[in-house]
């Protein structure tokens, strides 16, 4: 099948959530993505959660559709096969994407002089490269101030900065290829995590709210900031969020509803114009009210069957699990998704690329390879390695193949 990277070649040498993603994303789009990892894997390769078998369902998750090559990076025979590779000649090679600590002989002023025009993709913690982590960074970021009741920050689940790191470096990789065609110049491009979450805040205007109105935002428990929105209980026990952004989207709630004209008296009432965001987010404790009564008297199947087709902006509230066994999104009914055999954890539903081309240009999503399960092959096609020369680094401790739990 052709696909939109189909001839490109990345290196990858990472570990955890960002460069992972990184390199998955330009996998799914089609190119080669090598990831090199020490013998016996990196220290993300065990991470929760892990299927009974013990593999790690996060590790699969994160490198589906990759190339795995295992070397004993601490050594300098593995070294120089790393080397090599990151290097090997090509017109759609020479990229290396990390995560890790880049220096010695992985540095880009090493790796360069063996080839000039490598661009290599590089994930610090900090602009000045000291360490940090989501978790870390996500604290600082004033959104956990900003989540829950105010009593005290919440932290989110979802590894927000990381995942918009991975996506920033694959983008970043890509503009850079796009620039080494026209000048065929090779280039270090580094992302610093907290910078990731730092542009976001100011994209989003928090920073401008403060500077320009002395204003930081409040930690409203659900309620959806500057507009109309929150989540209601249902008479069935489930909860769903009712969003109204635009103009159509409010009048539609009122229609599906049948609160219409109970909701037009509470502009004249509160004085605020209904039509504009700022009048409803200012009412929106009595409309709440009239929502919240219409909501606890119907199940969530009703509310569904109402809102069908109506215009509203809703959507429900769902656990992991009924995610999977009740919405149709996340089936193969969506092109997202196909079934696939993963060793070690067994037929799963998994997603490939969320990008979709005209010319039906997408792959479907393929399984995560096990640790050291390409090192054979990589060593002969890109390197040209004879069987007896793989063999010898085999017999040396040097280059690794499958771990016997692999199966």
Not at 145 to 158: I, K, Y
């Amino acid at each position: 099948m052709s696909t939109i990277l189909s001839g490109m070649r990345i290196v990858e040498v990472s570990a955890f959530i960002a460069a992972p993603l990184g390199g998955m994303t330009l996998a799914q789009l089609g190119a080669e993505v090598i990831r090199i990892d020490p013998i016996g894997g990196n220290i993300d390769y065990r991470r929760w959660p892990l299927a009974p078998s013990g593999r790690s369902l996060y590790w699969a998750s994160l490198n589906r559709g990759k190339r795995s090559i295992a070397l004993a990076l601490n050594k300098p025979e593995g070294q120089e096969i790393a080397r090599a590779l990151i290097g090997a000649p090509g017109p759609d090679a020479g990229f290396l994407l990390t995560n890790l600590p880049a220096s010695g002989w992985m540095s880009h002023a090493a790796l360069s002089a063996a080839r000039a025009d490598l661009i290599m993709l590089r994930l610090t913690g900090h602009f000045d490269g000291s360490a940090a982590v989501d978790y870390t960074v996500n604290c600082a970021s004033g959104f956990p101030m900003a989540t829950g009741d105010g009593e005290a920050p919440v932290n989110h689940v979802l590894p927000a900065w990381d995942i918009a790191a991975g996506l920033y470096l694959s983008t970043g990789l890509l503009a850079a290829e796009r620039a080494r065609r026209r000048d065929g110049q090779g280039r270090e491009v580094t992302l610093a995590l907290s910078d990731v979450m730092l542009a976001s805040v100011g994209n989003l205007g928090y920073l401008a709210d403060v500077a320009v109105n002395n204003n930081v935002r409040p930690p409203m428990g659900n309620d959806l900031y500057g507009a109309l929105g929150r989540d209601f209980p249902t008479s069935d026990g489930r909860r769903i969020m009712i969003v109204a952004i635009s103009n159509r989207q409010w009048r539609a709630i009122g229609k599906a509803t049948g609160l219409t004209e109970r909701l037009a008296m509470i502009g004249p009432m509160m004085q605020v114009d209904l039509d504009t965001e700022g009048g409803r987010f200012h009412a929106r404790g009595a409309i709440f009210s009239l929502l919240e009564s219409w909501c606890a008297t119907r199940t969530l199947a009703e509310i569904a069957t109402a809102f069908e087709g109506s215009g509203v902006l809703w959507g429900p509230y769902q656990d992991f699990g009924q995610l999977l066994a009740e919405d149709p999104r996340c089936s193969t009914a969506n092109p997202l998704f196909a079934e696939i055999n993963q060793p070690g954890a067994g037929r799963i539903l998994a997603p490939g690329t969320p990008l979709a081309f005209t010319g039906g240009d997408r792959l479907p999503p393929a399984p995560a390879p096990a640790l050291g399960q390409d090192s054979d092959a990589v060593l002969a096609e890109v390197l040209g390695l004879s069987s007896a020369a793989i063999g010898k680094l085999h017999d040396a401790g040097i280059v690794a193949g499958p771990l016997p739990d692999a199966a």
